[in-house]
């Protein structure tokens, strides 16, 4: 068995952002790409897109528009991981050294239910696509780590143009 596989959170409607974030261009690539990426560079063996077909591996949210559990229920059961990297599309920034803490020990940061990471074994029997996040690392038993200084933006991404605008200034 694979020891690690990502699932990218794709199936939002991006309504504050105006278009789809997956989509959207991040100095020359698309967001999805950056955060795929991402995940294969911290040793992520396998990975899906949840929620969208960008041209990769990818699954359908277990229902449409009840959030990103969906998501996460359906990558695990495709992944077939012992653990699971799960990341936002629209938080393309994030960098290798700001997932470091997540790997090292599971869970996710405080007030940030994305990134995290667990072990499948983890997610609750009972669990359920309309289920918020939160209750989801709630009942896994993650652990909350601080956010590492000056990773906030990075973490929680860019739900808005004014977000982008700024983390793509960060660059």
């Not at 911290?42 to 277990?62: H, K, R, Y």
């Not at 869970?107 to 994305?114: A, F, N």
């Not at 499948?120 to 690392?137: C, F, H, I, N, T």
């Amino acid at each position: 068995m694979t020891s690690l596989g990502a699932i990218i959170l794709c199936g939002g409607a991006s309504r504050r952002m105006g278009r789809d974030k997956a989509a959207l261009d991040w100095d020359g690539r698309r967001a999805v790409d950056l955060v795929a990426d991402l995940a294969r560079a911290v040793g992520a063996q396998a990975l899906v897109t949840a929620g969208a077909d960008l041209g990769g591996p990818w699954v359908a949210d277990d229902a449409a528009g009840a959030g990103p559990v969906g998501g996460v229920l359906a990558g695990a059961r495709a992944l077939g991981t012992a653990r699971l990297l799960v990341l936002a599309v629209d938080a393309p920034t994030i960098t290798p050294g700001d997932l470091a803490p997540l790997l090292a020990s599971g869970g996710c940061y405080e007030g940030l239910p994305v990134p995290m990471v667990l072990d499948a074994s983890a997610l609750p029997a009972d669990a359920e696509a309309g289920w918020p996040l939160r209750r989801l690392v709630e009942r896994a038993g993650l652990a909350i780590l601080p956010v590492p200084d000056g990773a906030l933006a990075r973490l929680r991404g860019a739900n808005t143009p004014a977000e982008r605008s700024f983390l793509l200034g960060q660059n």
